[in-house]
Nanobody
Framework: QVQLVESGGGLVQAGGSLRLSCAASGRTFSRYATGWFRQASGKEREFVSAISWSGQYTYYADTVKGRFTISRDNAKNTVYLQLNSLKPEDTAIYYC????????????????WGQGTQVTVSS
């Protein structure tokens, strides 16, 4: 089992920045790919970004490419998502997910999920 806890969400003005953290406990987290998904009110959950277990490979949705940066510190069992140049349409609950193996944009393939952290961007 892997337990994931997100933090770092909040209210920010458009153009601002936030850094989300996903702290993991349980099995050898360093062997798990980790991803971020988000779900806006009334919409389906969507892929945002993912990082391989080594940190060598990163993936981004087109909507966040160039604005968000994913990284990980395996010594701290933590994955980060830096959110820059935030837009009101980035408002959502952001979820951290982990899976043993490679990354994928398909949320059904991810095994472990956190409870989410709310990000609200005001215009």
């Amino acid at each position: 089992q892997v337990q994931l806890v997100e933090s770092g969400g909040g209210l920010v003005q458009a153009g601002g920045s936030l850094r989300l953290s996903c702290a993991a406990s349980g099995r050898t987290f360093s062997r798990y790919a980790t991803g971020w998904f988000r779900q806006a009110s009334g919409k389906e959950r969507e892929f945002v970004s993912a990082i391989s277990w080594s940190g060598q490979y990163t993936y981004y949705a087109d909507t966040v490419k160039g604005r968000f940066t994913i990284s990980r510190d395996n010594a701290k069992n933590t994955v980060y998502l830096q959110l820059n140049s935030l837009k009101p349409e980035d408002t959502a609950i952001y979820y951290c997910a982990a899976r043993y193996g490679g990354s994928t944009t398909d949320e059904r393939a991810w095994d472990y999920w956190g409870q989410g952290t709310q990000v609200t961007v005001s215009s």
